[in-house]
Nanobody, 121 residues
Framework: HVQLVESGGGSVQAGGSLTLSCTVR?????VGWVRQAPGKEREVVGG???????RYADSVKGRVTISRDGVKNTLSLQMDNLQPEDTAMYFC???????????????????WGQGTQVTVS
């Protein structure tokens, strides 16, 4: 069983930066960040499977960095140049699988955190 706890959300002005952190309790092969804005479908912001390089959504490429710390068991999401369209609830998610292709599919993740709100004005 995997438990995920996010922190670091908040409000920021357009063009600003924010870093989200997720504490991962238990082992998961793949981890990622998924966001959901009101009235919209879930969107995987990015994820990491095994020891591979992160994969990012086209909508955030060049503006976000995902990193995983295996010692501290944390997953971070550094977001820069935030825009109002980035406003959403951000969830940390994890899965017991190894698949670069599955990283960008929200329904493949087995475990979810409670979410943290990011608001950009």
């Amino acid at each position: 069983h995997v438990q995920l706890v996010e922190s670091g959300g908040g409000s920021v002005q357009a063009g600003g930066s924010l870093t989200l952190s997720c504490t991962v309790r238990g082992y998961a092969s793949s981890v990622g960040w998924v966001r959901q804005a009101p009235g919209k479908e879930r969107e995987v912001v990015g994820g990491i499977t095994g020891g591979g390089a992160p994969r990012y959504a086209d909508s955030v490429k060049g503006r976000v960095t995902i990193s995983r710390d295996g010692v501290k068991n944390t997953l971070s999401l550094q977001m820069d140049n935030l825009q109002p369209e980035d406003t959403a609830m951000y969830f940390c998610a994890a899965g017991h699988w190894h698949s670069y292709g599955w990283l960008m599919q929200p329904d493949k993740y087995n475990y979810w955190g409670q979410g943290t709100q990011v608001t950009v004005s």
